[in-house]
């Protein structure tokens, strides 16, 4: 079974720029989740996705937005790059991300933001 | 939000036991124990999940107090693969917690041969 895929692995763009992370979650996973994992802040929570709804959502201003498709296939955005921004973003998958629930996470997206 | 302590850094012998405790003293009923850990540069790795009894899979064992208050995560046969930083999580209560995992700072874990 494939496991939670990431695209594009390592990117760089240049301040004020948006950018769009996408996430294919594990085959049958119905809840997509998203982290930011800075050297400053460790790991935190971004938002949650499940049947193409926003179900939970962490602190973050609403310059980073997220989606999901039908087939469970999710994408965020960072619009307006700033150089805090610069940090590995985390997608995760569960069935339906339910306490109880295993949550599996991809290798990460690296952003560079200069 | 329950929270857990964990000691910042701990060695370990190759081949040896590896015992990493985390104290979550202010745990609710419904909340589960999860633990992770995160090679460098790579994807957190789901080890082992646990609500109230013992748990035990492929890559390591969870061991949860009786009285819920702490854990240990035992991995039986340490490698140098297993170098990594260590988090132990509580889950919140059902709603607040859809996709959501409280990442602490964990404990760094290095093997040494």
């Known amino acids: 079974k494939a496991g939670v895929t990431q695209t594009p692995r390592y990117l760089i763009k240049t301040r004020g720029q948006q950018v769009t992370l996408s996430c294919s979650p594990i085959s049958g996973h119905r809840s997509v989740s998203w982290y930011q994992q800075t050297p400053g802040q460790g790991l935190q929570f971004l938002f949650e996705y499940f049947s193409e709804t926003q179900r939970n959502k962490g602190n973050f201003p609403g310059r980073f937005s997220g989606r999901q498709f039908s ?22 998958s569960s069935p339906d991300g339910g306490s109880g629930n295993t949550i599996y996470f991809g290798e990460g997206s690296w952003l560079t933001v200069v | 939000d329950a929270k857990t302590t964990q000691p910042t850094s701990m060695d370990c012998a190759e081949g040896r036991a590896a015992n990493l405790p985390c104290n979550h003293s202010t745990i609710s ?6 633990w992770y850990r995160q090679i460098h540069s790579q994807g957190p790795q789901y080890i082992i999940h646990g609500l109230k009894n013992n748990e035990t899979n492929e890559m390591a064992s969870l061991i949860i107090t009786e009285d819920r208050k702490s854990s240990t995560l035992i991995l039986p046969h340490a490698t140098l693969r297993d170098t990594a930083v260590y988090y132990c999580i509580v889950r919140v209560g059902p709603t607040d917690s859809w996709g959501k995992l409280q990442f602490g700072a964990g404990t760094q874990v290095v093997v040494t041969p």
């Open chain 1, 71 to 92: 087939n469970s296939r999710s994408e965020m955005n960072v619009s307006t790059l700033e150089l805090g921004d610069s940090a590995l973003y985390l997608c995760a």
């Open chain 2, 29 to 34: 009923g419904n909340e589960y124990v999860y």
